[in-house]
């Protein structure tokens, strides 16, 4: 290669080694923003400067970058480093929308298409809630769920977020709240739908079943909740003394109140034109299935007491009792009859706005002075007469009990003296029971003991002609032996020379002493020393046999003979 062909690639060299050193600064330096944590990273492409065509996103929707579109890019990028040249991108950071404990998001897509009307699916009304999750939603709108506490990265393009702290109360709806909703025990929550929802199925308006005790995220574009507390609770209408009267009844000559001046309670006009005061008592609540219809009759629990409960009390017994005189209110037949007649017709008026009666009592009804006195005396009067009939029946009874008594005790004494009788016969019949059974147990015992007598006695003789024979045959049996004995010896005496030889012990020694001639005193010279020796040996070992053949000696009839 030569020196021109050199210079003709140097430049071009050139130019490499420089985009190799100026690109990484340029990179580094101008292309490169450093996203912190909390924030994110909008783009938007400003299009090819020179070369290329710009490519528009769909109306209504964000760019994006696949395929690479004009305009602010629909997703954002998080935390870090990231490489973007500010000729084709306008980069910009966005803090990210934190949500604190106690709030609640409400986030509104501003890009999509338009919610478009389903009469199918929702009756015919406008949805302007828009189901999905955050950058997953296709249409504008409010989104339907909302979101609790935590920190979202939301395109502040693509969709507008609204924190509500605590909760909310609609405006011009009283009881309506809604955000983060908390039922305490012993209420529910009445829902009111603003719209259809064609995901759960439910309808617009009240929803009959409401929500039990706990907490709730309510969306305020969504549902309102009715807070309506369960259980019976009390309302009395009852006449009290005019303020006049300081708080105590002025009180007539028969000890009833003056009605005259009192304030409260039902007045009504009886059929005969007299003026009447009643106090009236109600028991009534709400159960939880009766709270959505509440709601919809009433609107809260006040409504229904200062709407429902108080006007129909007022209503039935006024129309009740007008239909009435002053009399028939104050006996008792009538007076029962009126009270089960209101109650009923209390009740079922009270079951058609969802309230439940428990109890509907007519406490008191006071009845004009110049009705009243007049039929309390005939009462009196009437009462007094009951009074002395059952004074006489009294006494007369208790003469009964008086007799009966005496009766009693006549009774009495007269089982004691029977009673003492038939002791005394059922004694003397025991003793002479007991007499024959002994007389009868030593008869039977003497007839024992002459048997067990009889018995011995014939054992006795058994006995002794037993043991005679027993003698008889066994001295017989010896006088056998020993005859036996002498016939094998042949001889009687020689039978007695064996008895004896047999009796002589085992270790005696005869010595033959021999005396010739001479005198016999010379030849008994060694005789003591020998008899001495043998004493010594007697008494050391004794002869048992020697006693043994004396027995026997003693014993045979032939040595005896002999």
């Not at 338009?114 to 939603?137: C, H, I, K, S």
């Not at 979202?152 to 709240?177: F, L, S």
């Not at 706990?214 to 507390?229: F, H, S, T, W």
């Not at 043991?467 to 006088?479: C, P, V, Y």
């Amino acid at each position: 290669m030569n020196r021109w062909s050199i210079s003709r690639f140097r430049p071009m060299v050139t130019l490499g080694l420089l985009a190799l050193v100026v690109w990484p600064c340029l990179e580094w330096s101008i292309n490169r923003v450093s996203v912190p944590p909390g924030k994110s990273l909008l783009l938007r492409y400003k299009g090819p400067l020179l070369l290329g065509s710009a490519r528009s996103p769909r109306p209504g929707y964000l760019a994006r970058h696949d395929p690479l579109e004009v305009g602010v890019m629909e997703q954002m990028l998080g935390p870090g480093r990231h490489f973007y040249c500010p000729l084709w991108w306008e980069r910009t950071l966005v803090d990210d929308i934190l949500v604190e404990p106690g709030e609640l998001a409400v986030v509104t897509s501003l890009v999509g298409s338009t919610p478009t009307v389903d009469t199918a699916t929702t009756g015919g009304d406008r949805q302007y809630l828009v189901e999905g999750e955050l950058d997953e939603t296709t249409a504008k709108g409010t989104l339907r769920r909302v979101y609790g506490p935590g920190r979202y990265r939301i395109n502040p393009y693509a969709y507008d977020v609204k924190k509500i702290k605590g909760t909310v109360t609609t405006a011009g709806q009283a009881g309506k709240i809604a955000g983060w909703v908390k039922i305490e025990t012993g209420h529910v929550g009445v829902v009111t739908n603003q719209t259809s929802n064609p995901r759960t199925g439910s309808s617009q308006g009240i929803q009959p079943l409401p929500l039990p005790p706990g907490l709730y995220a309510v969306n305020p574009r969504e549902q309102q909740v009715d807070l309506i507390p369960i259980g019976y609770r009390e309302k009395t209408l009852q006449s009290v003394p005019h303020p006049k009267h300081k708080g105590e009844w002025p009180l007539d000559e028969s000890g009833e109140p003056e009605m005259t001046d009192s304030t409260g309670g039902i007045i009504f006009p009886s059929r005969d034109g007299f003026t009447i005061h009643m106090d009236f008592t109600a028991i009534w609540g709400i159960l939880p299935a009766q709270a959505p219809r509440v709601v919809e009759f009433s609107g809260n629990i006040d409504a229904v007491e200062q709407r429902v409960v108080v006007p129909l009390i007022e209503s039935i017994c006024r129309n009740e009792g007008s239909k009435l005189g002053a009399v028939e209110l104050l006996v008792g037949e009538t007076r029962e009859h009126f009270q089960d007649e209101a109650t009923q017709q209390f009740e079922t008026r009270l079951r058609e706005t969802g309230v439940d009666l428990q109890y509907g009592l007519v406490r008191h009804i006071y009845i004009p002075k110049e009705v009243r006195v007049p039929i309390q005396q005939k009462y009196l009067a009437d009462e007094l007469t009951l009074t002395r009939e059952q004074e006489q029946l009294t006494a007369k009874i208790e003469a009964d009990l008086r007799e009966q008594e005496r009766t009693v005790e006549l009774e009495a004494e007269r089982i004691k003296v029977e009673t003492e009788k038939l002791v005394a016969e059922k004694q003397a019949e025991g003793k002479k029971t007991a007499a024959e059974t002994r007389a009868e147990t030593t008869k039977q015992v003497a007839v024992i003991d002459r048997q067990t007598a009889e018995l011995e006695s014939e054992a006795t003789v058994l006995r002794g002609e037993a043991e005679a024979d027993s003698q008889k045959l066994m001295e017989a049996a010896k006088a056998s032996r020993f005859e036996l004995a002498v016939k094998a010896f042949g001889d009687p005496a020689a039978f007695n020379q064996w008895v004896f030889a047999t009796g002589l012990p085992d270790d005696l020694q005869l010595q033959w002493l021999y005396a010739g001639e001479g005198t016999f005193w010379t030849d008994m010279k060694g005789l003591p020393e020998t008899l001495l020796s043998r004493q010594v040996r007697d008494q050391q070992s004794p002869r048992p046999r020697a006693k043994d053949a004396s027995k026997n000696q003693e014993s045979s009839p032939v040595n005896s003979a002999n």
